[in-house]
């Protein structure tokens, strides 16, 4: 028998229908999957388990727990299955922890209230279970505030609370989303540890079908609500039976067509950044004390030619977006030089910078955040052309935004628009078009792609990879995700504690890493070819 | 959490000494010679010298801010020109007045305010939330003044239940003095308590929608115990900063009220020693109020670091 | 403490459509308007004359030919009502006219430089709410004379400090973001960035504090008015009114009711104004709908 049971699952938000028909079973000790793009109703479909819905929904078919009717219960049966029954990990491990409690409140405050367990009891049960989610009380002591934690150890926190009981079903909603590869390679080592230990069943929520398909046995992929296709991990992802599956498989493998890549070494480099340093001044600790300085991006040289698409990857902190900050000149090195087109660009001032930012463009990662709301596409797209010693007429303006929009395929009458009448994947080619209008040689990308679905995500990569080969612009990729690097880069330079640990041609690097921190981030990367593979050896 | 309080203590006290040597030279550049005011104009000028020499007035200006300043710390503020007496004396005889009517005040304006605040914010959108928000909606609207005045006309002269207005001190009893000072604090009161209500509504809502939230309700807890035991805390320190604020609102509202009561605390003092030119009161009582405005924010700073351990830790 | 701002991703067609389902908004909206509409119309008619004393008719209650009564100098309250509205509203718009120019720009370049500049410009802040507003007031409208003008400065001052404040604290919450990056990438200055980027993304923020200190210097101008201190006599203003009403109460309640109303309303209707716009353009509002 199955421990959740779905079945015929509805659910609207005011007038707005987020589920039709869903259907899902999860069996006790197994792992399901659930799979889909954003808004595709997959966390709500958690939320309508653990009755924590918005007020607004009405949801209608049948949920069944352990032989209780969910749809039916009434709060104080919620209550009571709640952190008892079914435990929930969530995806923002950052907010998700009570600031002005310690961890040890936090987690020994579910054991008290369900168990009626006494403080000391149950505070000992709340160490027992730091110490297995990785925490050990003598580095992690009970008393510990979740500032004091970084992001990774504030999710083991999360986990933690959501196992104290040893729950029968745990639910994690995009668990390891916030994290970088190498923690989330940890964190779904514990869980999938976590679920062997007590026979719990895990609904893994995620949109990364590389990481549902190391952990999943059963999967389920949701699209606009409605279940496309559901089944055995392995089989359903090597057969690929449904259109929607094998649009999201190869999605996630995509791999841009490029013509050999531009020959490095002839004639002058595009970039060259030589021996740059970045201190931040530590915090002060006292009115004459100060913690020592902190150093973001310690001795770092690096050069690229014309036309060179670089992948510059690390772990989040490694001080990969600092280097690319002062790059593009918007933070100065606390020494060390930066020359650009042979030009040096460190320590000059904005009117002196404007022929060096007008061949030099920037894409940011987060595609909502990147455009002022307040403006229209015209306005927000043009803007880089401030930098022009020619101010171009407003005739000429619309003519060569209309020119860069065309490029990156989107039409001309967009420019009327604002940014919120567009999608993620739309903006990030809104994103584009501002980057490349002044003809830049160099652009560089922060996470350009990793706040996309997979699809989009793909699109995206086939725009840079063309726009590479048609405009010539050498690109600096930032990133944390070695696909990406592996898609669209010739060489890759590593990052870790804020020096470059190995560089070289990208396959190279990434099939042959060489440094520690190189072989670290190559074996976290979740990997769907790998994962079938696997999946398939597993089971014969 | 020293290092948080060292900077904290520090910014008071050079707000303080900032904040002297601005009320110092307000009262310097007015208009109008104190030993003039005092002799009369029938006085020559010649006797006008001589006491202005006795005052200290013509001693080079640091010397006579150093001075001044120096008074203050040891408590010694002048003598008052209209007075005639020790300002120290006048103000220690109206504190006696103005403190209780403050501190009842604020003590009822919290009390009062914080639970509606959590009522409304627990049962948001319904029947109890608007009527609660209504009134509070039309208590931040009122004049506290206006608001005495009809508390007078209704409970002094319509119900003869207290006092329409004065002081008789505490030395016939306190129960004749507080009865005294109820309305007063009624009107003071009410309209911040409205304000503080609305604060601490929305601080809970805001709360309520965090993430954290989510997380304790995924353990079990019932709403109740979400509200009390995780929201209440994180909101507390916006009320916090408004309940500070509050402080310097319920001081200046004091002169006010004071008039409409006719009580003779140092908003009433403060108010005719302006009017009377007496400018030695009114550097004192100026000086008070600054000094209780910012030791009421130090004070406010250092229970931010009690609520939130994040302030604490910061080294 | 960061503030968070959640920037409304609409049209201003949108804004206005919802702006008008918005119950507070449309009451706050109808009753300023009124308000506004009383104290111009008070120029070109009233019912009586302000400034004629008809002693023949002091104190009488309210009636047909005088719906809210006559004072103890026989002038028609609601003729006095009409013009203190247009008093109160000069110098409470005047005043907030005052914060926002000296006060935006102040917490926008603290915002925009950081450092030292944004410290002492914090400090002086500090400075100036150690001040009880009232009481300083009180303090500039004895030295220089009592009257609507020094009125005027006295509580324009302090709405500087608290719209440099706001304008601060929404400033840096926008910094941080993308587009303002993407904006300095492409190679604008700071003062650029401001008027263009930050400015418009605070203008609601702004808005909401500019009613706020609207209604807070209406009671204000009120108190300082009921002290003697502001627009002086003939000239009729609410808190004068309140004054010469107090020792009348027990013969003469209408002199007290009418004037206090008239605060409470314009007051009401200013807040709901301000809650309906915050409540009309912040999205965590519309979310909990």
């Known amino acids: ?540 | ?315 | 403490m960061t503030l968070h701002i959640d920037i409304p991703e609409e049209t201003f067609a949108s804004i206005l459509a919802k702006a008008f389902r918005n119950t507070a908004f449309v009451a706050g909206f109808v009753i300023t308007l009124l308000v506004l509409a009383m104290a111009i119309i008070s120029y070109v008619w009233t019912p009586y004359d302000v400034t004629k004393l008809v002693i023949s008719d002091k104190t009488q209650a309210p009636s047909m030919a005088h719906w809210f009564g006559t004072d103890h100098f026989g002038r028609d309250i609601l003729s006095m009502v009409m013009v203190g509205a247009r008093n109160s509203i000069a110098v409470a718009l005047v005043a907030v006219g005052i914060g926002m120019g000296a006060g935006v720009p102040l917490g926008a370049f603290a915002a925009a430089r950081g450092g030292l500049v944004d410290e002492a410009l914090m400090r002086l802040n500090d400075l100036v709410f150690a001040f009880p507003a009232l009481l300083s007031a009180i303090m500039i409208t004895a030295i220089f004379g009592p009257g609507a003008v020094n009125a005027i400065i006295a509580i324009g001052i302090f709405n500087i400090p608290v719209f440099a404040r706001v304008a601060r604290a929404g400033a840096l919450a926008i910094w941080p973001r993308e587009f303002i990056l993407a904006a300095r990438a492409a190679g604008k200055s700071s003062t650029q960035i401001s008027i263009e980027h930050v400015l418009p993304n605070i203008a609601t923020l702004l808005l909401v504090q500019g009613t706020i200190q609207f209604a807070l210097g209406i009671l204000a101008e009120a108190g300082l008015s009921y002290l003697g201190l502001g627009a002086q006599p003939p000239m009729p203003s609410w808190g004068r009114m309140l004054f010469d009403a107090q020792t009348r109460m027990v013969v003469a309640s209408w002199m007290a009711i009418f004037p206090g109303m008239a605060i409470v309303v314009t007051v009401l209707g200013l807040n709901l104004l301000g809650d309906g716009i915050a409540d009309i353009l912040d999205p965590k509002s519309r979310r909990q709908r």
């Open chain 1, 1 to 540: 028998m199955s421990l959740l049971d779905i079945e015929n699952l509805s659910l609207t938000i005011g007038d707005t229908p987020i589920l039709r028909g869903m259907e899902l079973s999860v069996a006790p000790g197994e792992v399901m999957g659930l799979v889909g793009e954003s808004g595709s109703g997959k966390s709500m479909t958690a939320l309508t388990v653990m009755q924590l819905l918005p007020h607004a929904a009405r949801a209608t078919g049948r949920v069944s727990f352990d032989g209780i009717d969910i749809l039916a219960a009434t709060e104080d049966q919620m209550c009571a299955l709640r952190g008892d029954d079914i435990g929930m990990v969530f995806q923002e491990p950052m907010t998700a922890l009570n600031p002005v409690k310690t961890i040890g409140e936090q987690v020994a405050e579910g054991i008290r209230w369900h168990t009626r367990a006494s403080r000391a009891a149950a505070e000992e049960r709340a160490r027992k279970m730091l110490d297995r989610v990785g925490l050990p009380s003598a580095k992690f002591p009970l008393s510990r505030y979740p500032h004091e934690l970084s992001g990774g150890q504030r999710q083991r926190v999360v986990i933690a609370i959501a196992c104290a009981l040893k729950p029968k079903l745990l639910i994690a909603d995009e668990p390891t989303t916030a994290l970088d590869v190498v923690l989330q390679a940890q964190i779904l080592d514990l869980l999938r540890d976590l679920v062997a230990e007590s026979r719990m069943g895990l609904l893994l929520i995620s949109h990364d079908l590389a990481v549902v398909t190391e952990m999943a046995d059963r999967i389920t992929i949701l699209r606009h609500g409605e279940v496309m296709e559901a089944g055995d991990t392995a089989r359903t992802l090597s057969q690929q039976l449904h259109p929607y599956t094998r649009q999201l498989a190869q999605a996630s493998m995509h791999v841009p067509a490029r013509a050999r890549p531009h020959g490095a070494g002839s004639g002058q480099p595009l970039l060259q950044v030589e021996g740059v340093t970045r201190d931040y001044p530590g915090r002060r600790s006292s009115l004459f004390k100060r913690a020592p300085d902190i150093r973001a991006v310690n001795d770092v040289s690096l050069s690229m030619a014309p036309g060179q698409s670089v992948a510059l990857v690390g772990r989040s902190g490694c001080g990969k977006s600092t280097l690319a900050r002062m790059i593009l000149a918007l933070d100065r090195p606390s020494s060390g030089t930066i020359r650009f087109r042979g030009e040096t660009v460190t320590g000059k001032n904005e009117a002196e910078l404007k022929p060096a930012r007008r061949d030099m463009q920037v894409v940011f990662q987060d595609p909502y955040g990147s455009f002022d709301p307040r403006q229209k596409v015209e306005k927000l797209v043009a803007e880089p052309l401030h930098v022009l010693d020619k101010k171009p007429t407003r005739a000429e303006r619309r003519e060569m935004v209309a020119h860069a929009l065309h490029e990156v395929g989107l039409d001309q009458r967009d420019m009327d628009k604002y940014p919120h009448e567009f999608s993620g994947g739309q903006r990030q080619r809104l994103s584009i078009a501002r980057a490349i209008i002044t003809r830049p040689k160099l652009v560089v990308a922060d996470e350009p792609v990793s706040a996309l679905d997979v699809s989009i995500r793909a699109q995206i990569l086939d725009l840079f990879a063309e726009l590479n080969q048609k405009l010539g612009i050498a690109y600096l990729f930032i990133t944390h995700d070695l696909t990406v690097a592996r898609a669209i880069t010739d060489e890759v330079l590593v990052m870790h504690d804020g020096k470059i640990v190995e560089r070289g041609k990208t396959n190279e690097v990434l099939d042959h890493p060489q440094s520690e921190a190189a072989k670290v981030l190559v074996t976290a990367a979740p990997d769907l070819h790998r994962a079938i593979a696997r999946r398939m050896q597993e089971q014969g």
């Open chain 2, 1 to 315: 959490m020293t290092a948080y309080l060292l900077k904290r203590l520090t910014i008071a006290i050079a707000t303080l000494v900032l904040a002297s040597m601005v009320v110092f030279a307000v009262l310097e550049i007015l208009p109008g010679d104190p030993a003039r005011l005092m002799l009369g104009m029938n006085a020559s000028a010649d006797q006008v010298d001589l006491l202005r020499n006795q005052m200290g007035l013509n001693a080079p200006l640091p010397w006579r801010y150093l001075h001044w300043a120096g008074g203050l710390l040891s408590l010694d503020f002048g003598r008052s020109y209209t007075y005639s007496v020790p300002v120290i004396d006048l103000v220690r005889e109206r504190l006696a007045v103005s403190l209780p009517l403050a501190l009842i005040a604020l003590a009822l304006s919290t009390i009062i305010a914080i639970p509606v605040g959590l009522f409304s914010a627990s049962r948001r959108g319904r029947a109890g939330d608007t009527v609660a928000m209504g009134a509070a909606q039309l208590g931040v609207a009122v004049p506290n003044f206006w608001f005495a005045l009809m508390l007078i006309y209704v409970f002094a002269v319509w119900l003869r239940l207290v006092p329409a207005g004065g002081f008789p001190g505490w030395g016939a009893g306190p129960w004749p003095a507080l009865k005294s000072l109820l309305l007063p604090a009624v009107a003071l009161a009410l309209p911040q308590a409205a304000i503080l209500a609305r604060v601490t509504r929305s601080a809970l809502i805001e709360v309520l929608n965090e993430d954290y939230i989510r997380t304790a309700r995924a353990k079990g807890l019932p709403y109740r115990a979400v509200l009390w035991r995780h929201a209440l805390r994180n909101a507390m320190i916006p009320v916090l900063t408004i309940l500070g604020l509050q402080f310097a609102f319920l001081l200046a509202g004091t002169i006010i009220i004071e008039n409409v009561f006719y009580l003779p605390g140092l908003g009433r003092l403060v108010f005719q020693a302006i009017t009377q030119r007496d400018l030695i009161v009114v550097e004192s009582v100026v000086m008070l109020l600054v000094a209780a405005v910012i030791a009421v924010n130090l004070l406010v700073d250092l229970s931010y670091a009690v609520v939130d351990p994040r302030l604490r830790s910061r080294q």
